[in-house]
C-alpha cells in the first residue's frame, strides 16, 4: 500500500498558541497497525491543552505500534484486534493524562479531544 500524508493546523483567530499535536506512524508492510494518523486539539481555555494533546497522541501512538501486550481482561473475541489494540491505548492515555494532571497542580484541568484514523489494505477502521 503506497500513499502520502499531510498535516496542516492554525490556532484559532482568539488564540495565543496552537494546541494542536499531530502524528502519525510510518507504513509498515508487516505489521499494518503501524498505518495510524491521529490528531489531538488541546481543549481551549484549559491549563495545559498542549499538554493534554501532545500526550495523547504520543502515548496512543506508542501503545499501539509497539506490540505492547493487551492484558488478558481487556480482549474480547467479538471485537477486532486492531479495535482492541486502540481502545486500550486510548483509554491508557487518558490514564496517563489524568495522572499528570493529579500529579502537578499545573496541569491541573487540562483536557483534549482525539481523533485516530487506521489504515489497512482494502479497509479504513
Do not use: C, W
Not at 498535516?7 to 508492510?29: G, I, R, W
Not at 494518523?37 to 501503545?63: E, I, M, P, R
Request: no cysteine.
Amino acid at each position: 500500500m503506497k500513499f502520502r500524508s499531510a498535516f496542516h493546523t492554525s490556532p484559532k483567530d482568539t488564540a495565543v498558541f496552537n494546541e494542536d499535536y499531530y502524528e502519525s506512524s510510518m507504513p509498515d508492510e508487516q505489521f499494518h497497525t503501524k498505518n495510524l494518523f491521529v490528531l489531538a486539539d488541546g481543549v481551549g481555555g484549559q491549563q495545559a491543552g498542549d499538554v493534554a494533546s501532545k500526550t495523547a497522541v504520543t502515548h496512543l501512538l506508542y501503545l499501539f505500534t509497539s506490540g505492547v501486550a493487551i492484558p488478558e481482561d481487556f480482549r474480547s473475541k467479538s471485537r477486532d484486534a486492531i479495535l482492541q489494540r486502540l481502545e486500550y491505548g486510548l483509554l491508557r492515555a487518558d490514564q496517563k493524562i489524568r495522572g499528570l494532571a493529579a500529579s502537578d497542580p499545573s496541569l491541573s484541568g487540562m483536557g483534549t479531544t482525539l481523533i485516530a484514523v487506521h489504515l489497512k489494505p482494502r479497509n479504513t477502521l
